[in-house]
Structure formats: C-alpha cells, structure tokens
C-alpha cells in the first residue's frame, strides 16, 4: 500500500496523519472514538470551522485506513505552505497564541478542552492562523486543570516576552527548542522589569521556579482541582498578558528601506510597471518573492491572483507586512521571516519531523528583487553559486541586477576591499545563462539597476 | 519574590493524575502554579465585577463592563473565515 506516515505525526495515540495516492487523510484511532463522536455532536467542530479557527475537514470512507486500530478516517483541507514558529514574526505568533487562547475558550463552553497547545498546531491559511488538529480535543471533566499550559507557556507566551522585552531577533531561538523554549531559560534571558509586571512574574517567572522545584516529581496527596470559573480566568489571564505584549517599532535595516534608498518616485513606479509586464506574460501560480521587505513588490503578483510566499530576514519588515495583510484582509499572501543565506534546515526527531526550505513545495515564479548584492558583496557568493541556487526554485526568475555603480553597492563597498572583480552585468548574464534563458531585460528608469526576466532551460 | 514561592510551595504536596487521552507531560509545577494563578484570577475577576456593579448601583458608572469578552484582536475570525484573494 503506498502509504506515507507524516513526519511529525507519531507522539499523540489519538491518531496520526498520512498520505495515500497523492491524498492527505488523518486516521482517528478507536482510542479516541468517544471524544471524537462528542467534539462532533456538540457542535464544537462545526463552530470552530465556521469561524475559521479549526481547518475544515470531511469523514471518508474507511477503506484507506492505515492500521486495524481505526475508527475513522478523515480528509482535513491541505494547508498551502506549511510554515513554522521560528519563521513567524511577531504579530504572527501572537495572532497564533490569541487562536489558540480562543479555541480553549469556546471549547469550555462546550464541554471540551485542548490537550496539547503546541504552535506547531497552528498554520495559516488564507493568511490568517488556524488550528490543524482536530485530535486536541478531550472532554473537559470538571475541576480539572489545564494540561496544556506548560506546552502554552513555553511555546507562546515566553518567545512573545522575549520579541517584546530582550530582542526581537530571539523568534529564531524556537528552532533550537522545539517543545518552546524552556521557562528558566526564558527567565534567564528576560530583563528583571518583567518580574513588575504581574502576569509575566505569575506566567513565566514563577512558573520558571514551580517546574525546577518540581522537575524529579515528589508529589503525593489529594488531586488538586481547579473550578471551572476559575480555569476561565485564567485564560483570560493568559489572553490579557498576550495582548498587552508589544513589539518597538523603531525601525532595523530594512523596515524603512524605500525611504532612503536610491529608488526616486519615477524609478520606483518604471519599477513596479516593467515587474507588472512580466508578470502579466507569465501569469504565475505560486511565488516566492525573496526579500521581499514589505511587500510593494509582492503585492503586484498578488493582485493578479497569484498564491505569494514572501521572504525576509527583516523580523520588523515582516512584521510590518503581516500587519498590513491581516489589515487589508489580504488571503494569497504569507509573509515569512527567512535567511536566504541560511535558510531553515531539517529538524526534529531524525531531521525529518519540521520541514528544511527547500523541501517545501516549490514556486513556479522566484523574485529576487534588490537582492543579489547582498548575497553577493555583503555575503561573499559568487554568482555561479547564486544561480545554481536559484534554479531549483522556479521556472520563471525575475531578478534585478544592482551593479557596483549603484548607491547601495558604493555604500556596501565603502568600509571594505573591492575583491569582487567578477561582479559585473556582463559575468552576470554569462552564469545565468548556464541554467536560463533571457526572456526580457528592461533598465529601470533613473536608476542603475536593470531587470531581467529568466526561464529555466 | 522568593517569598512567594517559599509560602507557595509548602502547603501539602498534591499530585495530578492524567487524563487517559493526555499524551504531553503537563508538568507537576506548571500545574501547581496554575491552580495558584487560577485562584487569583479567579478572585480578581469577581472584584472587578462587584466592584463595577457596585459602581453602577451607586450610579458612578453607566454599565457593567464585560470581564469575560476580553478585548480580542481575534473577533474579525468570528465573523468567518473569508478573505478575499487580492486582485
């Protein structure tokens, strides 16, 4: 049977999900039969779906089952592209932490709780989060507490503290540790004004203590139990204190890049228009725009109907995008924290659980705008390897070469030595051309750079 | 801060015993902190409800607040999950 058990689908005993003949279908386990069958006759499932909080999904019939063990078999509506906390922004994680706070919430009302609250449950769809795993539900027994809120704490609530309080480059720091980052950790790195403010002194920093006094067990005695009531405040707690978190808004590198770069308003619309021709004969599917800042560029394949995933290694820039997307109520673009130059690896439990960049699925159509100086004076790369590493990506490569005339170039230049006797339009086009043809090629007016329009051959 | 924890954590020991389904470790401290913030929290939100109908029936304030809403950034997922594709 050609089946294929997804990665990271083996830790829950309710089920797991897999992939049959190109299909995506999660098996439930007899296991979790009687909480299945009341997360669906409660109504819980239908009105997270139709409030865009669970992904929708369909029972089918059980002839794909994969083990003896099933109960049911059911189709969840694929995820687009699949994308991880470490890649999130700010805002990003936090719309994924106020997600899953409210899935909780309208959970109790019905009688349910979630038993696991990892941000690995959470992707975004149509540019919004959403839950992925309709097995996080179990049946909420009166006075019990919350298993979920260590797994919450660590996976949302102190990476958010950190962004908000140490620094906001610290999303990367979810990619070391995949089960969140670890509460003494956090406290560790966390500036002692936090222990001011009282739901992160609750939250983290005796939360932090509690796990170390308690981490070789010993604990023996009566359940403790915890009212409902009281199980809603704290919720709320958790909401309040994710709310309240806040990035600076000063500005890095990038965020106000378009008002000090070299682009005049005449270069920056000649720009727009000849990247809108392109785009108008390529008519793409799916692109990924590298660097993509904050999305002026993106957005002219976006509005053309074409799915966009945007890069940038700019956590503020992202973010400023992310916000502008939720806000404009855009559905066919994700905004991505990424390193070109060191781009997600493979992780998890044998390299393979969290998906590397390259193994996702690819675009037909790759941007690289106002990006190969940086790849290749302030990174070093040589051309050659810049285009082999483009090709894989996509059938169709729109790319701007920025030579050493340009402002930006001269200013990268200015504190180092010039070793980069083969960085030129003409070394350029001759190792592109091992791997492209030349559709187009378009000087963008009142600037020194030029647009090329590539096909892979 | 240390006193909290010092009075916190030396009342008699409790234990949790799992649900059948629960398949993370939820963690012996994280639940005895919980119970803990829960209570305060708890406690906090019914003052803050007297309180306000306190202030109403003594015609202070016009309404009583909604604790429970929260101010939810989340709202525009209740009213579906559309989002156009920009085009």
Same mark, same amino acid.
């Given at each position: 049977?050609?089946?294929?058990?997804?990665?990271?689908?083996?830790?829950?005993?309710?089920?797991?999900?897999?992939?049959?003949?190109?299909?995506?279908?999660?098996?439930?386990?007899?296991?979790?039969?009687?909480?299945?069958?009341?997360?669906?006759?409660?109504?819980?499932?239908?009105?997270?779906?139709?409030?865009?909080?669970?992904?929708?999904?369909?029972?089918?019939?059980?002839?794909?089952?994969?083990?003896?063990?099933?109960?049911?078999?059911?189709?969840?509506?694929?995820?687009?592209?699949?994308?991880?906390?470490?890649?999130?922004?700010?805002?990003?994680?936090?719309?994924?932490?106020?997600?899953?706070?409210?899935?909780?919430?309208?959970?109790?009302?019905?009688?349910?709780?979630?038993?696991? =609250?990892?941000?690995?449950?959470?992707?975004?769809?149509?540019?919004?989060?959403?839950?992925?795993?309709?097995?996080?539900?179990?049946?909420?027994?009166?006075?019990?507490?919350?298993?979920?809120?260590?797994?919450?704490?660590?996976?949302?609530?102190?990476?958010?503290?950190?962004?908000?309080?140490?620094?906001?480059?610290?999303?990367?720091?979810?990619?070391?540790?995949?089960?969140?980052?670890?509460?003494?950790?956090?406290?560790?790195?966390?500036?002692?004004?936090?222990?001011?403010?009282?739901?992160?002194?609750?939250?983290?920093?005796?939360?932090?203590?509690?796990?170390?006094?308690?981490?070789?067990?010993?604990?023996?005695?009566?359940?403790?139990?915890?009212?409902?009531?009281?199980?809603? =405040?704290?919720?709320?707690?958790?909401?309040? =204190?994710?709310?309240?978190?806040?990035?600076?808004?000063?500005?890095?590198?990038? =965020?106000?890049?378009? !008002?000090?770069?070299?682009?005049?308003?005449?270069?920056?619309?000649?720009?727009?228009?000849?990247?809108?021709?392109?785009?108008?004969?390529?008519?793409?599917?799916?692109?990924?725009?590298?660097?993509?800042?904050?999305?002026?560029?993106?957005?002219?394949?976006?509005?053309?109907?074409?799915?966009?995933?945007?890069?940038?290694?700019?956590?503020?820039?992202?973010?400023?995008?992310?916000?502008?997307?939720?806000?404009?109520?855009?559905?066919?673009?994700?905004?991505?924290?990424?390193?070109?130059?060191?781009?997600?690896? !493979?992780?998890?439990?044998?390299?393979?659980?969290?998906?590397?960049?390259?193994?996702?699925?690819?675009?037909?159509?790759?941007?690289?705008?106002?990006?190969?100086?940086?790849?290749?004076? !302030?990174?070093?790369?040589?051309?050659?390897?810049?285009?082999?590493?483009?090709?894989?990506?996509?059938?169709?490569?729109?790319?701007?070469?920025?030579?050493?005339?340009?402002?930006?170039?001269?200013?990268?230049?200015?504190?180092?030595?010039?070793?980069?006797?083969?960085?030129?339009?003409?070394?350029?086009?001759?190792?592109?051309?091992?791997?492209? !043809?030349?559709?187009?090629?378009?000087?963008?007016?009142?600037?020194?750079?030029?647009?090329?329009?590539?096909?892979?051959? | 801060?240390?006193?909290?924890?010092?009075?916190?954590?030396?009342?008699?020991?409790?234990?949790?015993?799992?649900?059948?389904?629960?398949?993370?470790?939820?963690?012996?401290?994280?639940?005895?902190?919980?119970?803990?913030?829960?209570?305060?929290?708890?406690?906090?939100?019914?003052?803050?409800?007297?309180?306000?109908?306190?202030?109403?029936?003594?015609?202070?304030?016009?309404?009583?607040?909604?604790?429970?809403?929260?101010?939810?950034?989340?709202?525009?997922?209740?009213?579906?999950?559309?989002?156009?594709?920009?085009?």
């Amino acid at each position: 049977m050609d089946v294929k058990i997804q990665k990271s689908s083996f830790r829950d005993p309710s089920g797991f999900l897999f992939y049959k003949d190109g299909m995506l279908l999660r098996q439930v386990n007899n296991i979790y039969k009687d909480d299945y069958d009341y997360f669906q006759k409660s109504g819980l499932h239908d009105d997270l779906c139709k409030k865009g909080l669970l992904v929708n999904d369909r029972e089918v019939d059980d002839q794909w089952k994969v083990t003896d063990d099933a109960y049911k078999i059911i189709e969840p509506e694929k995820i687009r592209f699949i994308s991880y906390p470490y890649e999130w922004s700010f805002s990003q994680l936090k719309d994924a932490a106020l997600t899953t706070l409210k899935i909780q919430k309208i959970s109790l009302e019905y009688g349910m709780t979630l038993k696991d =609250a990892t941000a690995y449950n959470i992707q975004f769809q149509q540019g919004k989060p959403v839950l992925i795993d309709s097995l996080s539900f179990e049946k909420y027994h009166d006075g019990r507490p919350w298993d979920a809120y260590r797994q919450f704490c660590q996976h949302f609530l102190a990476p958010l503290a950190l962004m908000s309080y140490t620094d906001i480059r610290l999303n990367r720091l979810q990619q070391l540790y995949l089960d969140g980052i670890p509460l003494d950790l956090a406290t560790r790195l966390l500036p002692s004004r936090t222990k001011y403010n009282f739901s992160l002194l609750m939250h983290l920093h005796l939360h932090a203590k509690a796990q170390k006094k308690y981490e070789h067990g010993g604990a023996k005695g009566r359940t403790i139990k915890i009212r409902k009531s009281n199980l809603i =405040a704290l919720i709320q707690s958790l909401t309040n =204190a994710i709310e309240n978190l806040k990035i600076k808004t000063r500005s890095t590198e990038w =965020a106000d890049y378009y !008002s000090f770069t070299n682009y005049s308003e005449k270069a920056f619309s000649s720009k727009k228009e000849i990247i809108s021709g392109f785009i108008e004969k390529i008519k793409p599917q799916v692109l990924w725009d590298l660097g993509a800042n904050t999305g002026e560029f993106t957005q002219i394949a976006s509005r053309f109907g074409t799915e966009c995933i945007a890069f940038d290694i700019d956590p503020l820039a992202v973010d400023t995008f992310y916000n502008f997307i939720r806000e404009q109520k855009i559905g066919n673009i994700l905004p991505l924290v990424m390193d070109i130059t060191n781009p997600s690896p !493979s992780i998890g439990w044998n390299s393979k659980e969290r998906m590397g960049f390259k193994i996702r699925p690819l675009p037909d159509t790759v941007f690289a705008l106002a990006l190969i100086h940086h790849l290749a004076i !302030s990174n070093n790369v040589p051309l050659a390897r810049i285009a082999r590493f483009l090709k894989k990506f996509g059938e169709n490569l729109i790319i701007e070469f920025v030579p050493k005339t340009d402002s930006q170039v001269k200013k990268l230049l200015e504190s180092r030595r010039d070793i980069f006797t083969n960085y030129s339009e003409e070394c350029f086009i001759k190792e592109f051309e091992r791997f492209y !043809s030349i559709k187009a090629k378009e000087r963008i007016e009142d600037s020194e750079r030029t647009l090329f329009w590539l096909q892979r051959i | 801060m240390d006193w909290i924890s010092v009075n916190l954590f030396n009342f008699p020991l409790l234990s949790v015993i799992p649900h059948r389904l629960a398949y993370i470790d939820p963690g012996t401290g994280s639940i005895i902190v919980q119970a803990a913030i829960a209570a305060a929290a708890g406690v906090a939100i019914a003052v803050k409800l007297y309180w306000d109908r306190l202030l109403k029936f003594l015609g202070i304030r016009k309404s009583v607040k909604n604790e429970i809403s929260g101010n939810n950034d989340m709202s525009e997922n209740a009213e579906g999950k559309g989002s156009e594709t920009h085009s």
